[in-house]
């Protein structure tokens, strides 16, 4: 059974986007310390879950980044990764998915994450894509919650954890301290 992560960046007051809309991250301490905590959670990774905004986000970015003459060694292995990892897509809206080793699904989610579940394999992990991170936490389908907190506070735009309709256990299984302040939280779901 593979475990399904979420790992997304959170201002101190709940925020994983700003008010300017998706991927308005600018909040996010990054520096090499969480670069280098970013590069741990992905090391067990072998399947990219995404929604649509998310993916064409990406799509636009990381294939450019190895003709990129300013790109840093980071980003030129992370390109290579991104390039290389298998990501599934869900959308409604989207007609194809066009990048190397990635799989548009346009119907039957939530069946689709439990089947993927049930292969072998490495760790999938929803990189990103908030809003289909609030549908999988609703459906009780998220095992790990990585979260890194930056010590800022962005005051609206969309928040972590929205739709939430019951209580849901959590058990904190890791936390650092980064010099930037920033958090780095693992939760574990707790199943009953």
Known sequence: MRKLILFLHSSLDGFVEGPKGAMDIGFVAYDKDLEAEAGNILSTVETIIWGRGTYEGMYSYWPTIPSNPDASEHELNHAKWIENVEKVVFSRT???????????????????????????????????????????????????????????????????????????????????????????????????
């Open 94 to 192: 989207l007609d194809k998915a066009d990048w190397k080793n990635t799989r548009l699904v346009k119907e039957n989610m939530l069946e689709e994450i439990q089947k993927l579940k049930a292969q072998s394999g490495g760790d999938m992990l929803i990189l990103g894509s908030p809003r289909l991170a609030h549908e999988l936490m609703k459906a009780g389908l998220i095992d790990e919650y990585k979260i890194t907190v930056s010590p800022v506070l962005v005051g609206s735009g969309l928040r972590l954890f929205e739709g939430i309709q019951e209580q849901t256990n959590l058990k904190l299984t890791h936390s650092k301290a980064l010099k930037s302040g920033a958090l780095v939280l693992t939760y574990d779901l707790v199943k009953e």
